[in-house]
């Protein structure tokens, strides 16, 4: 019967998540790396750069802090999630799996879970290092966490669903990282996270707002810096509504991309 497709999926794709967690969790080098590299970066971003900008109340390194959070997900969700499905279909577990009960649907629960968690062990990583390091100051006021979790929410949901589809640009497993690498650094510093958006030039930010990292980056911001931070961004306000709309309006794009996208196996050649 069709009401059983639904918790079909559902229960597939969960066993799916355990399994990649496991996977995951087993390349100890990989694990690392997509751990280490956002905490490595703060901590460098952090302390070159220590005093507060000209017109704004808190340090430097606490806004690269709260910023940061941004990329950490991006990399466990984007890059881990593109480059480790470009692996898979390169390798032909993808083809092996089509042949089981996984479908497509229940594949794309598996890569959430697996985002779900490493992204929480990524973002416990960086608020530590900010609060240890640049006495970043973790909120007290429960709306402040209401926001934290749906921000986590919608941009775990739209960078693993992005990175699914992004998995079928790259052509090998062995060139995914530096295809996905690349608008992954650019949309860095474009956004406001390696660099102050106050700095940035108006057309930059501009381009920038249509992609779901500056609105992240914004929200992460949001939750960690005091309201007097706000004079430092664009709007002049947090801009909570907007930032809830296009990180929305990204969800649904990326799950449209992976229906049209997603390949079980590598193109033929010819």
């Known amino acids: 019967m069709s009401t059983g497709a639904l918790p079909g999926t559902a229960s597939v794709g969960l066993s799916r998540g355990q399994a990649e967690l496991r996977m995951f969790f087993r390349a100890k080098e990989a694990v690392i790396f997509t751990f280490a590299f956002p905490a490595f970066l703060l901590v460098l971003l952090g302390s070159i750069f220590t005093k507060a900008d000209p017109g704004l109340t808190v340090p430097m390194s606490q806004v690269f802090a709260a910023s940061m959070i941004a990329y950490g997900i991006l990399s466990t969700a984007f890059l881990t999630t593109g480059v480790g499905i470009a692996i ?18 229940a594949y794309f629960v598996g890569k959430i879970v697996l985002v779900a968690v490493a ?13 240890l390091l640049f006495d970043l100051s973790l909120p007290t006021d429960p709306a402040r966490w209401l ?9 775990v949901l739209s960078c693993t669903l992005l990175g699914i ?15 996905l690498n690349l608008p992954v650094i650019a949309l860095q510093f474009i956004s406001g996270i390696f660099v102050h958006i106050s700095v940035l030039p108006g057309p930059m930010v501009t381009v920038a707002s249509f992609f779901p990292v500056k609105w992240m980056g914004q929200g992460f911001r949001s939750v960690f810096l005091p309201d007097s931070m706000m ?10 509504g907007m930032t809830a709309l296009v990180l929305g309006a990204w969800c649904v794009i990326g799950l449209v991309l992976c229906l049209l996208t997603f390949r079980w196996s590598e193109r033929q050649a010819g």
């Open 231 to 240: 004079v430092g961004e664009v709007a002049g306000s947090w801009e909570h």
């Open 165 to 179: 589809a992004a998995s079928s640009v790259a052509k090998s497993g062995k060139s995914a990282p530096a295809v």
């Open 119 to 131: 992204t929480l062990a990524e973002v416990v990583l960086l608020l530590a290092v900010g609060v």
């Open 147 to 155: 926001t934290l979790a749906w921000l986590l929410v919608l941009s």
């Open 88 to 105: 898979d279909r390169e390798d032909g577990t993808l083809k092996r799996l089509r042949g089981t009960p996984v479908t497509a649907g």
